[in-house]
């Protein structure tokens, strides 16, 4: 009789899931377990815990909608705070485990735990599987080292030469769990309640949440086919996707929005802006590869190009962006915004990490993880990709960018509204 151990990380869903469609054909009892990292929970040496309320808030809502779809085919989902290494350590000899399952993933924290569980268990089966990206390894028609390291030549290559497959079904059937339901609920940490006074009260976790997200800006309003006019908005929810959050906890896969994006353009209508969205989780799809590329490479200061940064840390400065106390309105309004609800555009995100580098004139790996702290959707590779890029020691061809606010708050707040929301 054999046991398995799957453990969700950012994989917060049952479909298009190949890890866990693995380990349950491959198993006779299963153990789902969810370890929220405690290391994740202290201050980093940027002075921030790696993950603050709303995306504590997020994963919550996402747990809880995941126990659901288990208990619906007779599992459950057990949640334990701590070091994940040791408490599966714990949990397959208490339990004489065989297999444990979990998706790949390119971050560098969970790539070392997941290389130390195999250290210590060196008799284990473990099993794993991609869903985590648009292509699978194998599908890429480049090996990793010769990857592109800008974005269109690596856009124009995989466009051309590798498929998107499409995505696996849930398991109708699940092994029945090794332990009785829990009540993970109690033992997790507070965080607070979703924002009311914003758009980001519609961003609730789990893969229910995020499907319906997909459908509501598809096929229920339509607004995909004028995504590429308006995807440059600051405020409101109809003006992008949305899907950042969603994608980044694994709640729902790139491969499902692409081939949504394609069933809408034969049930609908094609035109740029449908395609302008897979090119946008093209860029996703191209900093996923670069930080299975570059490890640790995207945290450090020269960045991926090892090129000397400028900018120097001020506490005070620091404090000024974060609270959204700077000489500059938009910037402050965007601030405002973010450290309120944990999300803010693609745009006013441009903005404040130019501003960071360039006006407050900061280490940009300080903007970066507080950052980190506070997006609902931080993603490792999506960050640190867009802050190198931004600071001009990663992955831009143009080198350093340096936007001008007045003329971007003219073009993109022209009657002062988003301003005027957030101050
Ligand atoms: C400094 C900076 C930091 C960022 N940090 C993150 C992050 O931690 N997590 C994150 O998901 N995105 C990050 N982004 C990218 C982008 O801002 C967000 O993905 C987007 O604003 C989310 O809103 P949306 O889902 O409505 O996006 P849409 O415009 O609807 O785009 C669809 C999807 O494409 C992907 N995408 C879009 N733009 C980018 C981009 N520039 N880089 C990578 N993927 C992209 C996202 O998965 C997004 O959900 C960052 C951008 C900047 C400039």
Redesign the pocket.
Known sequence: MSKGLYWFQHDLRLADNNAFNQIVSRVDTLHCVYILDEQWLNTNHYGFSAIGDHRLRFIAESLRDLTQQLEALGQTLHVYVGDPVSIIERLVAEHSLHIIGKHSYPGVFEQRQWQALKTALPNQGFVTGNSHTLYHFSDLPFSLNDMPDHFTPFRKKVEKFAEVSHPVTAPAVLPPPLLDKSTWDEEYPNYTKAPKSSVIQYLQGGASAGLKQIHYYMSDTKALLS?KET?NGLDGWDF??????W??SGCIS?RQ?YWAVKRFEETHHANDSTYW?IF??L??E??QWQLAKYGKKMFFHRGIQDKAPTGNHVSKVLLQWINGTTPYPIINAAMNQLRLTG????RA??L??SCFIHELGQDWRY??AY??HV?V???????W???Q??AGVGSDPRGLRQFNLQKQTDIYDPHGNFIRNWT
Do not use: C, H, M
């Open positions: 995504y995807r992008s996707s949305k899907l950042s959050a994608l980044a790139p929005v969205l946008e989780i860029w996703r191209f900093f999300f803010t555009s693609n995100r441009q404040v990490a903007g970066a950052f980190e997006l959707d931080f993603d490792p590779s999506a960050n990709g867009n802050w890029y931004l």
